[in-house]
């Protein structure tokens, strides 16, 4: 690339995206990360890494629902930071996904995919992915996460 910057190209790269652990409540924090485990596929493809890369850097381990009830309660409970959705740091929920990019649309549909989910799950108690992905669509502050769900048939 121009000026020799790499970060797709690579297999060591990622974004993360640090919320405030104040904005979330019990209940939501338990539904954010429900919807992490329950929707490993989608995750995975919004995340654009691969699997592998994925699971070395922001695992998707599949908890129970006490699990992640008791993290959610806790605002903690990770025993490593190499997962997807890392409660370890004192003052943030740090999502670990995305892989990098110096795509600026790319950039952008992670930080809309982060705050739809976090809107998505303070507003409705019924997570799915369906119910998602029309929250997506009847709103209208996502449109470059919209267009990458539809390109990418998901």
Not at 73 to 88: E, F, P, S, T, W
């Amino acid at each position: 690339l121009k000026g020799g910057y790499r970060s797709y190209d690579s297999n060591t790269c990622g974004i993360h995206i640090h919320m405030s652990k104040k904005s979330f409540g019990t209940w939501q924090l338990y539904r954010f990360l429900t919807f992490f485990v329950e929707n490993k596929d989608f995750i995975t493809q919004i995340s654009q890494r691969k699997v592998e890369q994925l699971d070395r850097w922001a695992s998707i381990e599949s908890e129970t629902s006490n699990d992640l009830i008791y993290k959610a309660k806790k605002k903690d409970g990770n025993y490593k930071r190499y997962v997807a959705v890392n409660l370890q740091n004192h003052h943030t929920v740090e999502i670990r996904i995305f892989r990098g990019t110096l795509n600026f649309q790319s950039f952008i549909k992670n930080i809309e995919f982060c705050h739809a989910l976090f809107n998505f799950t303070k507003d409705s108690k019924d997570i799915t992915l369906t119910n998602f992905k029309q929250y997506i669509d009847d709103s209208h502050h996502y449109p470059t996460l919209k267009k990458f769900i539809k390109i990418k048939n998901l």
